[in-house]
């Protein structure tokens, strides 16, 4: 975590209380920067994605208090069981560019836009679909 600290708090004055609240604030760029940090810093060596067992955990500590559909999100991905196979780069950083655009309300939601299938698949399952080119 030396890496993070110093790009985000050069002096190290900051007490780790107030680190977590500016990471964890939605008002702040550090949350995205925290986020982005995880997944390399958690990858088993020679691996290119995360396994269930380590990526659900911390995705349930880091998003799902944080955003209702990140709570959501896990909650799907553990409701897969051995279905869900692994998390990689691409879908970790979508999943946090998805979460923030679509918004709890889901109203920045929009087929058009460049998804994974897997996140389009647990768009679904949150009741945003098209028929007739509208969204039910």
């Not at 208090?65 to 999100?73: A, I, T, V």
């Not at 299938?117 to 647990?122: D, R």
């Amino acid at each position: 975590m030396t890496r993070l600290e110093s790009t985000l708090y050069p002096s190290t004055t900051a007490s780790p209380s107030q680190i977590s609240d500016d990471i964890f604030s939605p008002a702040q760029p550090s949350f995205s920067s925290f986020y982005s940090f995880l997944f390399p810093f958690l990858l088993p060596d020679g691996s290119k994605s995360l396994p269930p067992s380590l990526a659900l955990p911390v995705l349930s500590v880091v998003l799902a208090p944080k955003y209702k559909l990140g709570k959501e999100f896990v909650e799907y991905a553990e409701g897969l069981g051995e279905g869900f196979k692994s998390v990689s780069t691409d879908t970790w950083g979508m999943l946090l560019e998805f979460i923030e655009t679509v918004g709890e309300d889901l109203e920045g939601w929009s087929e058009m836009d460049a998804c994974e299938f897997f996140l389009h698949t647990f768009s679904l399952v949150l009741g945003v679909g098209v028929s007739e080119g509208k969204m039910d």
